[in-house]
């Protein structure tokens, strides 16, 4: 080849190079103008009022608004990550010593065709909405979310940390918020109390902010700051909101008195019951109080509590050896929960206060309370400038006596006698979280005490515990902003009480020392008291464009007890896993997201014994439609569990397989729709079927309409039913662990009625048939431990079959009738009835209960909130 040939090969390579770096640079160029990417420090300037605060009626004709300066700088977040938005968005803020207020006009080609259906207060329904956020501390992890939909509807949040997903949606304030619609938009008006925002006292006010318009007809979403979807940040990408000047951080104080009045009616009693008469009627009163402590902390009590709950539980049918939980439903409890959660187990689990006596009593005829007495309860929340969370809960219960009489011989009902089922009870529940550098990384210490009033000779002392003490420390170590995690926690657990307590403690479902196999554990019929340690340790990568992965250990040592104020379902157990996840987050032309997961977890106990080993994946996909699939499939390998013969030897878990599927319909959609189908195969004859969905519709704007059926059938081939402690094989250790094969089946339909008159006024009604049946055949006895062949009885044990049938409903007229003050009118049933025993369930078992005896529950209560400062 010619000197110049090679000289121009040369020079076209370094042409044809440096022709692909000034595309490559004017394509990325145009690429970020056609993104429209947002500067990094966005700022609004808030207008101090003197005397022209707006009259907030939603029309933005005050005269402070056209001295106001709007931001019409959006941009989208869906479905063109930093697009422009399709239709234009303006608001401003403006403040005077007492109240802020913000004005936003939403602009739309047709706003009187937009959708205005009407709902509660907190229901994010699919009309359109502005949010606005504000992080009062300016901390980058905390923030006050306030919205309103079309039709007025106020929805309100609390943001505890920078996880975009993290909302606590029973942050109440007391606020207001209106609308109206003209020929070119929708408008909103806010009024938001400085009383309601906790910030510090500083004369010049930088909170961060962040404003956000939801346009579910476009299927848009818009923000003032967007975060890319990719980031695993919220607060922390805030803009600032400046120019607030002056105010100072409200001395708050306010009552909320209540009057309730309810009556419980029942046709199922005796005529002869002197306990039971098929009605009880009873009256109350009592007062909440919120007074601020400083600017930065906020007190929380309540006086003679009304503790009732408004909507009834799901009817289960539970035959483990483990206890059901229910979730909080009661206002003093839901609100400001997150800050007592953390990285590890459930310390704190608040039903455990003021619920059900644990004490029985004996007789023809007996009656105990449904759950203890709250004699008064006080909470303590709040965050320093220093960045440190607060959060106290002390509550104190009563003794609780239960009643029981004995039939004579002419059949009437002989003295009464008393018998105390549940004693005065203490419990004290601390968390503290600091946060720490640039990434805003946290690390907790929580403390739990339960201190009970038994003495020595207490009936009661031989069932409950003395005190409980549990807490420890957790932290998340933040890395990149947040895409990076280093998590864990370290805790402890300490009980005491009479050795007859411990004694059940250490033989309990959620420890079972009296394993005859395990060489790590025994029972000590000496001991008063009883100690454990938690922990647990995980990396993960949860932010960034495709690859995700976590990886952990945790551990529950065998004495751990947590159930005195917590959760523990077992202790004696070492978890480990690892995952990865393939992410796509850019729309392309059949999907706009997806995701896939290969994850791998193991189990041992203290005794290193392998209790699982399960592989599986799954994955999610958002089609172009809007439409979502999503699937699961899991290998569960050979193990040994050491919990299916309830405190008796070790026992083969045979390998399995699970798969499930789903999918559901556009958010966004009139009538939506949920639905999923899955199933688990085992052993030859062992096999699990579930399905079911919900479809949700509205008709109108002030109605809606759900229904949720369930149904299940499970064929397992080892159920529990009892232990035989004498004649048992040698195989294991002279008693006999007797299975059958259940043949099991759940139906259930889950319906609820709304309708919403006003924002503030709404009728919910719920209902649930639930009917359940158990087939038992086919007993045998464990031939070995360390296996699961068995050695046939011949006995079918039609005895324990079972057929339950059940509706549960409940009604509830709520109205706020002033900002803050509230009246209620609730009507409960609860029908049941047992029938069939054995045979499979059909769709028309759902109703057999419905001409069955039970019980109803007629409640009013009228609150009135006062604020005294």
């Given at each position: 080849?010619?000197?110049?040939?090679?000289?121009?090969?040369?020079?076209?390579?370094?042409?044809?190079?440096?022709?692909?770096?000034?595309?490559?640079?004017?394509?990325?160029?145009?690429?970020?103008?056609?993104?429209?990417?947002?500067?990094?420090?966005?700022?609004?300037?808030?207008?101090?009022?003197?005397?022209?605060?707006?009259?907030?009626?939603?029309?933005?004709?005050?005269?402070?608004?056209?001295?106001?300066?709007?931001?019409?700088?959006?941009?989208?977040?869906?479905?063109?990550?930093?697009?422009?938005?399709?239709?234009?968005?303006?608001?401003?803020?403006?403040?005077?010593?007492?109240?802020?207020?913000?004005?936003?006009?939403?602009?739309?080609?047709?706003?009187?065709?937009?959708?205005?259906?009407?709902?509660?207060?907190?229901?994010?329904?699919?009309?359109?909405?502005?949010?606005?956020?504000?992080?009062?501390?300016?901390?980058?992890?905390?923030?006050?979310?306030?919205?309103?939909?079309?039709?007025?509807?106020?929805?309100?949040r609390y943001h505890p940390d920078d996880n975009p997903f993290s909302r606590d949606f029973s942050y109440n304030p007391v606020w207001e918020a209106k609308t109206s619609i003209n020929d070119s938009s929708w408008t909103v008006e806010m009024k938001i109390p400085f009383s309601q925002l906790r910030f510090n006292?500083?004369?010049?006010?930088?909170?961060?902010?962040?404003?956000?318009?939801?346009?579910?007809?476009?299927?848009?979403?818009?923000?003032?700051?967007?975060?890319?979807?990719?980031?695993?940040?919220?607060?922390?990408?805030?803009?600032?909101?400046?120019?607030?000047?002056?105010?100072?951080?409200?001395?708050?104080?306010?009552?909320?008195?209540?009057?309730?009045?309810?009556?419980?009616?029942?046709?199922?009693?005796?005529?002869?019951?002197?306990?039971?008469?098929?009605?009880?009627?009873?009256?109350?009163?009592?007062?909440?109080?919120?007074?601020?402590?400083?600017?930065?902390?906020?007190?929380?009590?309540?006086?003679?509590?009304?503790?009732?709950?408004?909507?009834?539980?799901?009817?289960?049918?539970?035959?483990?050896?483990?206890?059901?939980?229910?979730?909080?439903?009661?206002?003093?409890?839901?609100?400001?929960?997150?800050?007592?959660?953390?990285?590890?187990?459930?310390?704190?689990?608040?039903?455990?206060?003021?619920?059900?006596?644990?004490?029985?009593?004996?007789?023809?005829?007996?009656?105990?309370?449904?759950?203890?007495?709250?004699?008064?309860?006080?909470?303590?929340?709040?965050?320093?400038?220093?960045?440190?969370?607060?959060?106290?809960?002390?509550?104190?219960?009563?003794?609780?006596?239960?009643?029981?009489?004995?039939?004579?011989?002419?059949?009437?009902?002989?003295?009464?006698?008393?018998?105390?089922?549940?004693?005065?009870?203490?419990?004290?529940?601390?968390?503290?979280?600091?946060?720490?550098?640039?990434?805003?990384?946290?690390?907790?210490?929580?403390?739990?005490?339960?201190?009970?009033?038994?003495?020595?000779?207490?009936?009661?002392?031989?069932?409950?515990?003395?005190?409980?003490?549990?807490?420890?420390?957790?932290?998340?170590?933040?890395?990149?902003e947040g895409n990076y995690e280093l998590l864990g926690h370290a805790g402890f657990s300490h009980i005491t009480g009479d050795s007859k307590v411990i004694i059940a403690k250490q033989t309990s479902s959620a420890h079972y020392f009296q394993r005859p196999d395990a060489d790590h554990v025994e029972v000590d019929?000496?001991?008063?008291?009883?100690?454990?340690?938690?922990?647990?340790?995980?990396?993960?990568?949860?932010?960034?464009?495709?690859?995700?992965?976590?990886?952990?250990?945790?551990?529950?040592?065998?004495?751990?007890?947590?159930?005195?104020?917590?959760?523990?379902?077992?202790?004696?157990?070492?978890?480990?896993?690892?995952?990865i996840t393939y992410r796509e987050n850019t729309p392309d032309k059949f999907y706009r997201n997806y995701n896939f997961n290969v994850n791998y977890n193991q189990g041992w106990n203290f005794g290193n014994v392998i209790q699982y080993k399960n592989l599986n994946i799954n994955g999610n996909l958002q089609w172009?439609?809007?439409?979502?699939?999503?699937?699961?499939?899991?290998?569960?390998?050979?193990?040994?569990?050491?919990?299916?013969?309830?405190?008796?030897?070790?026992?083969?878990?045979?390998?399995?397989?699970?798969?499930?599927?789903?999918?559901?319909?556009?958010?966004?959609?009139?009538?939506?729709?949920?639905?999923?189908?899955?199933?688990?195969?085992?052993?030859?004859?062992?096999?699990?079927?579930?399905?079911?969905?919900?479809?949700?519709?509205?008709?109108?704007?002030?109605?809606?309409?759900?229904?949720?059926?369930?149904?299940?059938?499970?064929?397992?081939?080892?159920?529990?039913?009892?232990?035989?402690?004498?004649?048992?094989?040698?195989?294991?250790?002279?008693?006999?662990?007797?299975?059958?094969?259940?043949?099991?089946?759940?139906?259930?339909?889950?319906?609820?009625?709304?309708?919403?008159?006003?924002?503030?006024?709404?009728?919910?009604?719920?209902?649930?048939?639930?009917?359940?049946?158990?087939?038992?055949?086919?007993?045998?006895?464990?031939?070995?431990?360390?296996?699961?062949?068995?050695?046939?009885?011949?006995?079918?044990?039609?005895?324990?079959?079972?057929?339950?049938?059940?509706?549960?409903?409940?009604?509830?007229?709520?109205?706020?009738?002033?900002?803050?003050?509230?009246?209620?009118?609730?009507?409960?049933?609860?029908?049941?009835?047992?029938?069939?025993?054995?045979?499979?369930?059909?769709?028309?078992?759902?109703?057999?209960?419905?001409?069955?005896?039970?019980?109803?529950?007629?409640?009013?209560?009228?609150?009135?909130?006062?604020?005294?400062?």
């Open positions: 080849m010619s000197s110049d040939k090679k000289e121009f090969q040369s020079h076209s390579y370094c042409y044809n190079w440096l022709f692909a770096v000034i595309f490559s640079v004017v394509f990325q160029m145009s690429y970020a103008e056609a993104q429209n990417i947002q500067p990094d420090n966005k700022e609004l300037k808030a207008l101090k009022l003197m005397q022209d605060e707006p009259d907030v009626d939603g029309k933005l004709d005050d005269a402070c608004w056209k001295r106001a300066s709007f931001t019409s700088d959006f941009l989208q977040k869906e479905p063109n990550e930093f697009g422009t938005p399709t239709v234009k968005t303006e608001a401003a803020i403006a403040y005077d010593g007492t109240y802020l207020y913000v004005a936003a006009r939403m602009y739309d080609d047709n706003p009187y065709e937009l959708r205005q259906d009407i709902d509660r207060r907190d229901n994010q329904g699919v009309a359109e909405q502005f949010i606005i956020s504000f992080d009062t501390y300016h901390d980058k992890r905390t923030a006050y979310a306030f919205g309103v939909s079309t039709s007025g509807v106020r929805m309100d006292k500083l004369d010049k006010q930088v909170w961060g902010l962040n404003i956000n318009r939801w346009i579910p007809s476009r299927n848009e979403d818009i923000f003032w700051v967007v975060i890319p979807r990719d980031d695993n940040a919220f607060v922390s990408k805030f803009g600032t909101l400046t120019e607030i000047e002056n105010i100072e951080p409200s001395k708050r104080l306010e009552l909320l008195p209540y009057a309730a009045s309810d009556g419980s009616f029942t046709g199922n009693y005796l005529n002869n019951n002197p306990f039971e008469d098929g009605s009880q009627v009873k009256g109350r009163i009592g007062a909440d109080l919120k007074m601020g402590l400083g600017p930065n902390l906020t007190l929380d009590a309540t006086f003679n509590p009304d503790f009732g709950q408004v909507e009834a539980d799901p009817a289960v049918i539970n035959l483990s050896a483990y206890e059901t939980f229910f979730d909080e439903r009661r206002p003093f409890f839901t609100e400001g929960k997150q800050l007592f959660e953390g990285v590890g187990p459930s310390y704190f689990y608040s039903r455990r206060i003021g619920g059900a006596p644990h004490g029985s009593v004996d007789g023809t005829f007996a009656s105990r309370p449904a759950n203890s007495t709250i004699l008064g309860a006080t909470k303590i929340t709040g965050r320093l400038s220093s960045g440190t969370s607060v959060a106290t809960l002390v509550a104190l219960t009563d003794e609780e006596y239960g009643e029981w009489a004995d039939t004579l011989a002419n059949g009437t009902a002989g003295n009464i006698s008393k018998e105390k089922v549940e004693p005065r009870t203490f419990y004290f529940v601390n968390k503290i979280k600091q946060e720490f550098g640039k990434n805003k990384s946290t690390i907790g210490f929580l403390l739990t005490a339960v201190r009970r009033d038994l003495s020595n000779n207490d009936p009661l002392a031989e069932i409950l515990t003395k005190s409980a003490l549990t807490g420890g420390a957790d932290w998340n170590i933040r890395f990149d019929s000496s001991r008063t008291s009883m100690s454990g340690y938690t922990g647990s340790l995980r990396f993960r990568k949860n932010g960034g464009k495709h690859w995700l992965w976590n990886m952990g250990i945790a551990l529950e040592s065998p004495g751990l007890e947590l159930n005195d104020v917590g959760i523990l379902g077992a202790a004696d157990d070492i978890d480990g896993w690892t995952g172009k439609n809007y439409w979502n699939s999503w699937f699961y499939i899991g290998r569960q390998f050979e193990s040994l569990t050491d919990n299916r013969t309830r405190g008796g030897p070790l026992m083969k878990n045979r390998s399995s397989w699970t798969f499930e599927a789903g999918g559901s319909n556009n958010y966004v959609s009139n009538t939506r729709l949920n639905f999923w189908i899955g199933g688990w195969k085992g052993d030859p004859g062992e096999s699990d079927f579930w399905m079911g969905g919900e479809v949700s519709s509205r008709i109108g704007d002030k109605i809606q309409l759900s229904l949720a059926p369930r149904f299940s059938l499970n064929d397992d081939n080892y159920q529990y039913v009892d232990v035989i402690d004498s004649a048992g094989p040698s195989e294991t250790f002279g008693k006999s662990y007797l299975f059958a094969r259940l043949e099991q089946s759940n139906i259930s339909l889950q319906i609820r009625f709304n309708y919403y008159f006003t924002p503030d006024l709404s009728l919910q009604v719920y209902g649930e048939p639930f009917a359940a049946s158990g087939k038992y055949i086919d007993e045998g006895i464990l031939a070995e431990a360390g296996n699961n062949e068995f050695i046939p009885t011949g006995n079918d044990r039609s005895d324990l079959d079972f057929g339950y049938q059940s509706f549960r409903s409940n009604l509830v007229l709520r109205w706020e009738y002033m900002p803050g003050s509230t009246a209620y009118f609730v009507w409960q049933r609860n029908l049941s009835d047992n029938k069939d025993p054995g045979r499979t369930v059909r769709p028309s078992n759902l109703f057999d209960s419905f001409g069955s005896t039970g019980t109803d529950f007629i409640g009013i209560k009228i609150s009135s909130w006062i604020s005294v400062s």
